[in-house]
RNA sequence: GGUCGGUUGGCCGAGUGGCUAGGCACCGGUCUGCAAAACCGGCUACGGCGGUUCGACUCCGCCACCGACCUCCA
């Protein structure tokens, strides 16, 4: 009945199905963010579209061990030896210990994936704490014949590994091209050739984040993080590898690269990425400086956003884009997207309420195949959302007494509709958490029955007083046939 | 310049060789003391030019425009 699960695989360019190597067990692994600032709605994009493959694998009763990683060193600022350390760069301006800079920023960032729902990796390694395994791999690299040391940096021989295997199969390069593309930078002459990539970098003097090594003080390399993170907790090979599109030239290539000169097998069996979030046509990034933090949307601080945007919103939002193409930020998409999401609470409060009848004119079975079809698709959410969308006008509908649904129909409807809402795409109502306070509910119930007793009475102006006193403070009355309703906006 | 991807209605955003999602906005109607909500209905598009086909938005070719990557980037 679940059918079978279709991933795109960047390697192949086409939807192949999931097969795990080991079923039922399924290995993740996800490039994280690199913590010297605050997360922007670009890094949301990825977390979420991950999350939402980890809460699918884990829904169709996979195992599954997701491994997102923190980077707090290496990625150098400018170019390999003229640039400083970024989270180096970042600790001088501001007189801390690096340290402290990786640990505010990665409570920062926990702090807004917590906000957007985002389930927590079944680990999340630091790049810092696993100096010794890449410098282990390092090692086997080298014995392997791939790397190259000059002056106590160790280089990856990109030419000799290109021999024997398709450095560029990923991104879909081969290496004269970039031979004659890849742009004449200072500094370069320790490499061999200019499309070489560190492994080890000896660090300058006034590099404060160095560790030893028998190669110099120093630092690894770029893409070495994520190849000896995952090796160690996933295993040589495992499933799936997700990051951003960004990534996938020369991260994710060199990363294959690196593990497969390491350990002489390709690593990875499905490599997923997900597109980028645009804002007036192009990519919001950090580079770029149009990015709105995550916090920003949260607060409307931003001088870009006319108002605050909630978590779910957000979240919302993307969800409402397929997660390989690109989405374009703008408040009128946001507003759009709060507005819909409003309605997918209403219809989810709605189907509380509803009364089983005799008989149903609702096809259960049929909805619940279009949202398996839709998640087996390559995670096409957008698709899910719109059957869910037609299920909220059908559920509207059966609390309008113009369908009918049985007990039976009932249940699994309201299980469905709380699995693919809740647990799969991971949305909550905010609008419940904000009313936890038993006591406000209370005082709103009593000026409410208040209400209806003034309208019992057509005392209008009463009634009205009530309905905009209590609109003024963001609680929204909504009459229906026997009483009424409310909500409080956010 | 090279590689890859995109161009869908007022906006966002899916998708398919013929039956042409969904949301938001807008318009009309039902309901309602009024309003809101909800429901019903309307608005209904696929960058341009050729080609393949009984039939293309969907396949192919060319052109235009936009973007990503080629340097850290989610």
Redesign the pocket.
């Known amino acids: 009945m679940q059918k079978d699960l279709f991933v795109y695989n960047t390697l192949s360019?086409t939807k192949e199905k999931f097969e795990p190597l080991a079923a039922p067990f399924v290995g993740l692994y996800v490039?994280g963010?690199?913590v010297y600032g605050d997360a922007h709605l670009?890094?949301a994009?990825?977390a979420i579209t991950f999350d939402l493959l980890f809460r699918w694998l884990k829904h169709l009763e996979y195992k599954v061990r997701y491994v997102r990683n923190i980077?707090d060193v290496g990625?150098?600022?400018n170019?390999a030896d003229e640039g400083e350390d970024?989270i180096a760069k970042k600790a001088r301006l501001d007189q801390l210990e690096p340290m402290e800079v990786v640990q505010y920023f990665s409570d920062r960032y926990h702090e807004n994936m917590e906000s957007l729902n985002v389930l927590k990796p079944s680990i999340e390694p630091r790049a810092s704490g696993h100096i010794i395994e890449q410098q282990l791999m390092i090692e086997k690299i080298d014995q392997a014949g791939f790397a190259y040391t000059v002056d106590g940096s160790v280089y990856f021989d990109v030419e000799k590994y290109n021999r024997d295997h398709a450095y560029g199969k990923l991104?879909?390069?081969n290496i004269e091209?970039?031979q004659s593309?890849?742009?004449e930078?200072e500094g370069q002459d320790e490499k061999r050739n200019?499309f070489d990539?560190a492994l080890w970098k000896k660090a300058r003097p006034e590099h404060i984040m160095r560790w030893p090594s028998k190669w110099s003080d120093g630092f690894p390399g770029?893409h070495l993080e994520c190849s000896a993170m995952s090796t160690k907790y996933l295993g040589e090979q495992f499933d799936i590898h997700g990051?951003?599109?960004?990534?996938?030239?020369?991260?994710h290539e060199s990363e294959i690269a690196q593990s497969t000169a390491a350990n002489g097998t390709e690593s990875v069996k499905y490599w997923m990425h997900?597109n980028?979030?645009?804002i007036n046509?192009?990519?919001?990034?950090?580079?770029?400086g149009n990015f709105i933090t995550l916090e920003e949307f949260f607060t409307g601080s931003h001088k870009t956003l006319e108002k605050a945007y909630s978590p779910m919103t957000v979240r919302f939002f993307i969800l409402?884009?397929?997660y390989r193409?690109?989405?374009?930020f703008?408040n009128?998409?946001l507003?759009?997207?709060e507005?819909?999401f409003q309605?997918l609470m209403?219809g989810v409060q709605a189907l509380e309420k509803i009364k089983a009848g005799e008989v149903s004119t609702i096809d259960v079975k049929a909805f619940e195949d279009k949202c398996y079809a839709a998640m087996n698709d390559d995670l096409?959410s957008?698709?899910l959302?719109?059957h869910l969308?037609?299920m909220?006008?059908q559920i509207?509908?059966m609390?309008?007494g113009?369908e009918q649904i049985n007990q039976t129909d009932l249940d699994q409807l309201k299980k469905l509709f709380h699995t693919f809402v809740f647990d799969v795409l991971g949305l909550r109502d905010e609008a419940k958490q904000d009313s936890g306070n038993e006591k406000t509910a209370e005082l709103i119930e009593l000026l409410l029955r208040l209400r209806i007793e003034a309208?019992a009475n057509k005392d209008?102006s009463t009634?009205?007083k009530i309905?905009d006193s209590l609109k003024e403070l963001g609680i929204?009355?909504?009459?229906?046939k026997d009483g009424c309703e409310w909500e409080i906006l956010s």
Request: positive net charge; hydrophobic residues 30%.
């Open positions: 360019r490039c963010p690199t670009g890094h994009r990825p980077t990625h150098l600022e170019d970024k991104s879909g390069r091209d970039l593309n890849t742009r930078l200019p990539f770029w990051g951003g599109m960004d990534l996938l030239f020369p991260h997900n980028m979030i645009t046509g192009q990519k919001m990034g950090k580079s770029l409402q884009a397929h193409s690109t989405v374009d703008s009128e998409a507003q759009a997207s507005k819909g309605r209403n096409n957008p698709i959302i719109s969308f037609d909220v006008r509207n509908s609390a309008d113009k309208k209008w009634c009205d309905r929204l009355v909504k009459d229906t």
